[in-house]
């Protein structure tokens, strides 16, 4: 979530950046509603420091047993227009900030201006393609005695894969080996979290309430599945205010993910290049502000030797501007070379978000004798298993 005063203060450029996110937020009309809230505040507050001046003076007026009906007759007209007005604010609040949860975060500028992932800048590539002195198999072929689609399918859906025997072995190596690295050799606490989070883990991280249709809903209890790691671990330390000498926390999982992909019909939908739930481990940073552009580089490197370690071709991408998610400031994309598919595929993720996941989700850390403040929160998959998987295929 962004400050209030920020976009008070430049609201120009954060329409620029909100266009240039290709997100549709009417800024104009949320700075309405902010001084609609804060007129309606100072009316509040005026008329609350009347109601307290007339409650002592009837208070004065009955020790000294005099005459106090007529400052009664006001309190009961203050108490009145209190009450309205403590409605009104109400209302204006929530509106407020519900339309603020709308806006998305400010991209930094060194990201890449443009619309869509055409326009993202490709940083360095690592290793060379596998080359064969045959036609290979695709990714559906090679996964035929590994995965199990069709029965995947025929127990909950369409995108739920099965995995079989030496694919079950390879999926659980996969993760095996991303914990030693993680936990090993970058220095990680594991976490084993609930995969099913409340609205308001969903609202801090910021799937909610823009990415809401592409979640798994839990209709009894306002519940979602966790579309990652991310929901749970970020919100671990949400609502408190840590210790100076507590960072950076490092934190990691390892979660089943679950999205509906609602919107993306028949896009990449064979196989494992899109699927409905997958496993997926997730590293997560909490940094000082100062320290929070090096913690990314710091995490990409991370990503990348996982993929140095495996041997495999990849790229690493910084994201336009318009490929970006709503929560993010800046993103590096990982891309491994999949042979028989003849194309790159993302299998990793690394975003800084600066404060704006943590000013939704009240995270906040203090330096001695010093007010507090909000700290910066990282994230990246240390690898999503089944493009991995294909490419290791």
């Known amino acids: 979530m962004l400050d ?13 950046s909100t266009v240039n996110k290709n997100e549709n937020v009417d800024i104009d009309a949320l700075l309405v509603l902010d001084e609609q809230k804060r007129k309606v505040q100072f009316e509040f507050d005026e008329l609350r420091a009347n109601q307290n001046k007339v409650s002592k003076e009837i ?4 020790k000294s047993k005099a005459d106090a009906s007529s400052a009664l007759s006001e309190m009961q007209e203050v108490a009145g227009k209190v009450k309205t007005l403590s409605a009104e604010l109400s209302n204006l609040e929530s509106r407020f900030h519900q339309q603020l949860l709308t806006v998305p975060n400010i991209p930094l500028e060194e990201v890449p201006i443009g619309k869509d992932e055409s326009s993202n800048e490709y940083i360095r590539e690592w290793g060379t393609p596998k080359t064969f002195n045959f036609k290979p198999k695709n990714q559906v072929e090679l996964c035929d ?19 079989v025997g030496d694919g ?8 095996q080996f991303m914990r030693y690295m993680q936990i090993e050799r970058h220095g990680y606490t594991e976490l084993v979290v609930p995969h099913i989070v409340n609205r308001k883990a969903m609202t801090g991280t910021g799937q909610l309430p823009k990415m809401e249709d592409d979640m798994y809903h839990i209709n009894e209890e306002d519940l979602f599945l966790i ?7 970020t919100n671990f330390y949400a609502g408190e205010i840590l210790r100076h000498v507590q960072l950076p926390v490092k934190l990691t999982t390892v979660t089943p993910c679950f999205r509906r992909e609602a919107g993306s019909y028949g896009k990449d939908t064979k196989g494992l290049q899109r699927v409905h739930q997958f496993n997926k481990m997730e590293i997560v940073r909490l940094v000082e502000p100062q320290y929070s ?22 790229r690493v991408a910084k994201l336009a501007t318009g490929d970006l998610s709503f929560a993010s400031a ?7 070379w999949a042979p028989a598919s003849e194309k790159f595929l993302e299998v990793s993720s690394v975003s800084n978000f600066l404060d704006f996941q943590a000013r939704r989700s009240s995270i906040r850390y203090r330096k001695p004798e010093s007010k507090p403040e909000f700290v910066h929160t990282l994230n990246g998959s240390g690898l999503a298993t089944p493009r991995t998987f294909i490419a290791l295929i």
């Open 4 to 16: 209030i005063k920020y976009i008070r203060e430049n609201p120009e450029f954060v329409k620029t």
């Open 59 to 62: 208070a004065q007026l009955k």
């Open 145 to 163: 005695d590994l995965v199990d689609l069709k029965r995947g399918a025929k127990i909950t859906g369409s995108g739920f894969p099965v995995y």
């Open 168 to 175: 079950a072995l390879l999926e659980h190596a996969l993760i």
């Open 227 to 233: 579309p990652t790691g991310e929901v749970p671990v």
């Open 293 to 314: 552009a090096g913690a990314l580089l710091e995490m990409v490197g991370e990503a990348e030797a996982v993929l140095q370690a495996l041997g495999l071709h990849y």
């Open 330 to 336: 800046i993103t590096y994309d990982l891309e491994v």
